[in-house]
């Protein structure tokens, strides 16, 4: 089973951008559609972005135009560019299957300040 783990996150000023980095213990080429989930406090997660193994993306609304997802399968690597960082992107971010999420990682703490 793939075990996933996220980096990348951290504390930034409102506009500010980051990188997410999603690496997978094992191969991700096989799996078809790969997700960026979040969750804020007092929140259920919430799929933000998704990718299929061609590399075809998809955004929720709140992350259109500002978030770009990635995947880069021969280093079983999930990315997420997130630009115009605003306060309520304020989240643990976790890579995952989608659908069907596996075990979670412990997540990347993204903190946006205002």
């Known amino acids: 089973q793939v075990q996933l783990v996220e980096s990348g996150g951290g504390l930034v000023q409102a506009g500010g951008s980051l990188r997410l980095s999603c690496a997978a213990s094992g191969s991700i080429f096989s799996i078809n559609t790969m997700g960026w989930y979040r969750q804020a406090p007092g929140k259920q997660r919430e799929l933000v972005a998704t990718?299929?193994?061609?590399?075809?993306?998809n955004y929720a609304d709140s992350a259109k135009g500002r978030f770009t997802i990635s995947r880069d399968n021969a280093k079983n690597m999930v990315y997420l560019q997130m630009n115009s960082l605003k306060p309520e992107d304020t989240a643990v971010y976790y890579c995952?299957?989608?659908?069907?999420?596996?075990?979670w990682g412990q997540g990347t703490q993204v903190t946006v300040s205002s």
């Open positions: 990718i299929t193994r061609a590399g075809s993306t």
């Open positions: 995952n299957k989608v659908p069907y999420p596996v075990g």
